[in-house]
Antibody, heavy 119, light 107 residues
Framework: EVQLVESGGGLVQPGGSLRLSCAAS????????MSWVRQAPGKGLEWVAN????????YYVDSVKGRFTISRDNAQNSLNLQMNSLRAEDTAVYYC????????????WGQGTLVTVSS | DIQMTQSPSSLSASVGDRVSITCRAS??????LNWYQQKPGKAPNLLIY???SLQSGVPSRFSGSGSGTDFTLTISSLQPEDFATYYC?????????FGQGTKVEVK
């Protein structure tokens, strides 16, 4: 059974940093692109970042470029999101998602972890 | 960036109704269009990928159609567990973008 379990969310002050992690199991982690998707309270879904199977390609939404870094550890089956210079508008539930082999859909999602940026 | 526009933003329907939700892309995305269902407090769940392919385990009352810029999600006979919010998403190019969502409510 595919499982994705996020951790690392919490309350942080504006300008602060936080590192999210996603533990993957039940599939060959190193064979899949992975993504982070977020959802601000009461709002819709927003794709944040993608990373290729070997970590050689990474893509970000413009609003987080230069502040967030996606990474992965295939030996540990883990996906990470380092978030720096956090802003109030980064407040959201952050989901880890697996990218399907073709067509780029998100076929499995974690339960999400809440990040609150507030003073 | 490709903008995804869903309509309507919300709808009221009854159990057994046929429900359709449309999604329009600001430029052609071929069939790189996916649909998700999300219930309150839960992660989204993939329903349809590549515009019309039913994800494994999803009931056959869900179907998708369209290509290019215009797409439709249809629920043939609405069930109690289908009251939720539905999102379309394009995977043709980066950044991946979602529609704003369509909330299906009880009439």
């Amino acid at each position: 059974e595919v499982q994705l379990v996020e951790s690392g969310g919490g309350l942080v002050q504006p300008g602060g940093s936080l590192r999210l992690s996603c533990a993957a199991s039940g599939f060959t982690f190193s064979s899949y692109w992975m993504s982070w998707v977020r959802q601000a309270p009461g709002k819709g879904l927003e794709w944040v970042a993608n990373i290729k199977q070997d970590g050689s390609e990474k893509y970000y939404v413009d609003s987080v470029k230069g502040r967030f870094t996606i990474s992965r550890d295939n030996a540990q089956n883990s996906l990470n999101l380092q978030m720096n210079s956090l802003r109030a508008e980064d407040t959201a539930v952050y989901y880890c998602a697996r990218v399907g082999y073709a067509y780029g859909f998100f076929d499995y999602w974690g339960q999400g972890t809440l990040v609150t940026v507030s003073s | 960036d490709i903008q995804m526009t869903q309509s309507p933003s919300s709808l009221s329907a009854s159990v057994g109704d046929r429900v359709s939700i449309t999604c329009r892309a600001s430029q052609t995305i071929n069939n790189y269009l996916n649909w998700y269902q999300q219930k309150p407090g839960k992660a989204p769940n993939l329903l349809i990928y590549a515009a019309s392919s039913l994800q494994s385990g999803v009931p056959s009352r869900f179907s998708g159609s369209g290509s290019g810029t215009d797409f439709t999600l249809t629920i043939s006979s609405l069930q109690p567990e289908d009251f939720a919010t539905y999102y379309c998403q394009q995977s043709y190019t980066t950044p991946r973008t979602f529609g704003q969502g369509t909330k299906v409510e009880v009439k």
